[in-house]
């Protein structure tokens, strides 16, 4: 069908039909797996085998594609080497270099056994479980962003194992070269010459980033023409792979060096800029080749094999991850998470097995049976996230170092020791008043130690608590606690039971300062409130207002909001009267149409604050 309309397009021009099929089936299948949670990759591959030879077969060469196609893995190297400064990697180095190693190196280890119990030779085996090594990138991260823990420390563990992986595929693409059948006949001297060729190529490339590129730029940006920046950025990584092409090396590995000698150029960010759409065409574009090509006659032909393999690979590769992760000192919960998370192949194994394909360690059919054992892992891993999610018990946090309150007396009691209450501390202490500090996270607590503050351990939504911590006879009861639902339960508990001490609580929100008053509370303050204030003022200043000026001003502001909020706590927060009081850059619109306006009480809550 493809091939008819190409033929006919070719008498009169350009076939869009390819180009349009291609685009219409990425824009319908990527959207669709990640609504269902199995990621934009799987769907570039669904997509593939939807429209390749083996789907509805709108296309039947898909290695024309793929050839194609691999500069967006360059380019993926290229940004990747982009992010790896220097400094970056000296500081990573422990993590990267010694966790990340570890990992790697003990899973090609126990995956190349896959291959050999399963009667195949040692290097054939060896590639096909190297390949396996390399963890999607794309998954892995997508679930830790789901999850919010890349900025945690064991998210920043995982991502400095997946720098290591994506840094390997550069030498392990280099040894399958040498592994290659025709590897071992060259002389001594064809070796030595083309390693001093290669040499040669990496030399050249660390000059010319060291001593031109930089200024090239320069010159280019003062030129103010954005188009030849993007020109430049991509005859950058070409003219990098195609050096280290010539010189007998890998075209990664010169975008890769590319990259990480402009990781700390001025211009870093605007490469990146340009760079990152073309490397996402590509790369989906790539997934989709990777998609055409599979053999659903192979693979049906060996489903047995396929499925030998896909739990023969997860489970030796989750059993490597789970020792090396506590033998470096992740605790049992870590340990499982990660092994699950990194259980899948990834998108490199697909290059590491098309380069081992080309230069005949692996066959076709080879190359198809480890291609799909790649994809099911892949569209197993969310699965097995979900299991974990709902098998694997709660971890209970560690109780140890930390003391419970009990029989506690000060002159203040504190409700939750975060980042507003810390501060709210130091006027107290400075002005000789003793202060008994709760809190519910064991972390926290066992931070604040560091930092010379006692901290109990105690909820203050439970009376028994309340006693221990001495809130009977506490002159004064601060909440600070960073959860405004919380703050109205603790408040509302503590005037019924101790109606004579004074509560001074922190308000997330207007909202939840009408709340905090209507229960009762002495004092409440919204936490952004003062800082808002101050940054206004000094703004002012910057802006040449002089200082009696500011002063009323900042008086005016304080004024108008107190009044709003005294008639919000009887009319609501949309009350015509209480609106009238915002100072705003629009009109305000009639209160019969803010009626039809469907808005929820947490945006409500934030309106000026």
Known sequence: MAAEAASDAAAHGFDLLPVVVLLGAAVVAVPLFKRLGLGSVLGYLAAGLAIGPFGLGLFSDPQSILHVAELGVVMFLFIIGLEMQPSRLWAMRGEIFGLGLAQVGSCIVLLACVGLALGYPLVPSFVAGTGFVLTSTAIVMQMLEERRSIALPKGRRIVAILLLEDLAIVPLLALVAFLAPGGGEVTLNERLIGIAIGLGSVLALVLAGRYLLDPMFRILGKAKAREVMTAAALFVVLGAALAMQLGGLSMAMGAFLAGVLLS??????????????????????????????????????????????????????????????????????????????????????????????????????????????????????PLMIIAHDRLMPKQQASMEGIEAAADLSANVLMIGFGRFGQIVSQPLLAGGFSVTLIETDPELIRISQDFGFKVYYGDGTRLDILHAAGAHEARLIVVAVNDGETAVKITELIKAEFPLVPVLARAIDRENAAELIHVGVDFQIRETFESALALGEHALAMMDVEEARRSDIIASVRRRDAERLDIELTGGMYDASARSLVLSNLPLKPPAAEAKMPLQAATAGEVAG
């Not at 997934?287 to 396929?306: S, T, Y």
């Not at 090396?324 to 919960?333: E, G, I, N, S, Y």
Request: glycine share 6%.
């Open 264 to 381: 700390e150029s001025s211009f870093r960010h605007q490469l990146e800029a340009d760079i990152e759409p073309f490397r996402g065409i590509l790369l989906g574009l790539f997934f989709l080749g990777v998609g055409m090509a599979l053999d659903l006659a192979v693979i049906a032909a060996n489903w047995q094999l396929i499925a030998i393999c896909v739990v023969g690979y997860m489970i030796l590769k989750m059993v490597a991850i789970y020792v090396v992760a506590r033998l470096f000192h992740a605790d049992h919960h870590e340990a499982v998470e990660r092994a699950v998370l990194m259980a899948q192949g990834g998108e490199f194994a697909f290059v590491l097995y098309a380069s081992a394909t080309t230069v005949g360690i692996l066959t076709v059919e080879e190359n198809a049976i480890l291609t799909a054992t790649i994809i099911v892992s892949m569209a197993l891993t």
